[in-house]
Nanobody, 128 residues
């Protein structure tokens, strides 16, 4: 059974940076494509970034605009999201998820799926 636990959220001023971490455990989790999602109050959960197994490809949502970087440490099974130049509209609960059991980020990866495994989330608040 896959388990995911996020950390690294917090309060940051506009223009600031945060690095989120997601510790993954469970048989075979290292072979999944994995991603980050977020959900702001009153809004649907949306995809932020997705990385294929073995870093074969990476996808970002349009609103990222080069500010975020997804990365993965296969030795520790930790997924990261480096977020720079954060803005108030980035305020949300951020979730990591297994996205593709075949190691691929398929079309529509950025829409939540019942097939995904989810962590409990970590709150990111961008405010002055």
């Amino acid at each position: 059974q896959v388990q995911l636990v996020e950390s690294g959220g917090g309060l940051v001023q506009p223009g600031g940076s945060l690095r989120l971490s997601c510790a993954a455990s469970g048989s075979g989790v290292e072979h999944y494509a994995m991603g980050w999602f977020r959900q702001a109050p009153g809004r649907e959960r949306e995809g932020v970034a997705c990385q294929w197994f073995n870093n074969l490809n990476t996808h970002y949502a349009g609103f990222v605009k080069g500010r975020f970087t997804i990365a993965r440490d296969y030795s520790t099974k930790i997924l990261y999201l480096q977020m720079n130049n954060l803005q108030p509209e980035d305020t949300a609960v951020y979730f990591c998820a297994t996205v593709g059991s075949d190691g691929r980020c398929h079309e529509n990866w950025d829409f939540p799926s019942s097939k995904n495994n989810w962590g409990p989330g970590t709150q990111v608040t961008v405010s002055s």
